[in-house]
């Protein structure tokens, strides 16, 4: 369903969906994993392409290229945000980056951090910050221990994930721009 919904996003602004062999996810907890480690660096090859990770002790940069000469370049960084983080999107105070990553040539972005304040608190926090910054505010949703917002400002689109795991609260804030 996301494939298909990436599809979708992608052909609409006229550019093909690159079809990667591996799940982005997979490379954020690799990366994580990975960044924790001695400076190296690593290329796993298969028949669909070839991942290649270059990783120091806070970052790592992971390309992964295809067979058919399509690639995509991550950036995962440990425990700060990317430098062209947007100013108005604060970490919450209180707030602990776990990490946060760039993906691509079109300033995706992307951070995952934690919180000892509870779902509710964190979610009201982003809306009114982003609604105070100027940010037009979309879409929201609230499930169980989960909710989300989405918000546009200046040809840039952020949505912001905030969900209970443990005795912790994690957001995740990922922006387009």
């Known amino acids: 369903m996301f494939r298909e919904a990436q599809a979708g996003h992608d052909q609409q602004k006229g550019k093909p969906f690159m079809k990667i062999p591996f799940y982005i996810t997979a490379f954020i907890i690799l990366a994580f994993m990975l960044i924790s480690c ?24 992971i390309t992964v290229s295809t067979e058919k000469g399509e690639s995509l370049t ?72 989960m909710n989300m917002v989405t918000a546009e400002k200046a040809g840039k689109k952020v949505i912001v994930q905030v969900a209970q795991a443990e005795d912790r609260t994690f957001v995740q804030i990922a922006v387009e721009q």
């Open 38 to 61: 001695e400076p190296e660096r690593e290329i796993i090859e298969s028949e669909e392409g070839t991942i290649e990770i270059k990783e120091d002790t806070n970052k790592a940069d």
């Open 74 to 145: 991550m950036t995962v960084l440990k425990g700060k945000l990317p430098e062209e983080w947007p100013a108005d999107i604060p970490v919450i105070p209180g707030g602990e980056i776990s990490f946060s990553q760039t993906a691509g040539s079109e300033g995706m972005q992307q951070v995952q951090l934690q919180t000892d304040r509870s779902v509710d608190e964190a979610f009201q926090y982003y809306r009114e910050k982003l609604q105070s910054s100027g940010w037009s505010v979309g879409d929201t949703m609230s499930m169980h221990m």
